[in-house]
């Protein structure tokens, strides 16, 4: 399994714009379809986009389609989630998680057996 380290995220006001970087170590990377999950207090872990292995499947929850743009780079072990026109709604700690089981268009976490330590975004009003 791959070693995960998300980072870039921090206090934004509504409207503006982060970008999430997540780190893999192993030499397998490139062959694990890919997530970033978020949780808010008190609600549970929930997808927030997924990309397929070599990148040319995504997958882009409701609550962030049109806003949200995740890529891969695998070349650099690396994932993002490009966050556009945030809202306070989506303050939560934000993961990434490489999918362990099953085949694609799996949104449950629990598919997802590697998991980074988490980075928290807070969306100001």
């Known amino acids: 399994q791959v070693q995960l380290v998300e980072s870039g995220g921090g206090l934004v006001q509504a409207g503006g714009s982060l970008r999430l970087s997540c780190a893999a170590s192993?030499?397998?990377?490139?062959?694990?379809?890919m997530g970033w999950f978020r949780q808010a207090p008190g609600k549970e872990r929930e997808v927030v986009a997924r990309?397929?292995?070599?990148?040319?499947?995504?997958y882009t929850a409701d609550s962030a389609k049109g806003r949200f743009t995740i890529s891969r780079d695998n070349a650099k072990n690396t994932v993002y989630l490009q966050m556009n026109s945030l809202k306070p709604e989506d303050t939560a700690v934000y993961y990434c998680a490489a999918q362990t089981r099953g085949a694609w268009g799996l949104n449950d976490p629990k598919n997802f057996g590697s998991w980074g330590q988490g980075t928290q975004v807070t969306v100001s009003s």
């Open positions: 192993g030499r397998t990377f490139s062959s694990y379809t």
């Open positions: 990309i397929s292995a070599r990148g040319l499947w995504t």
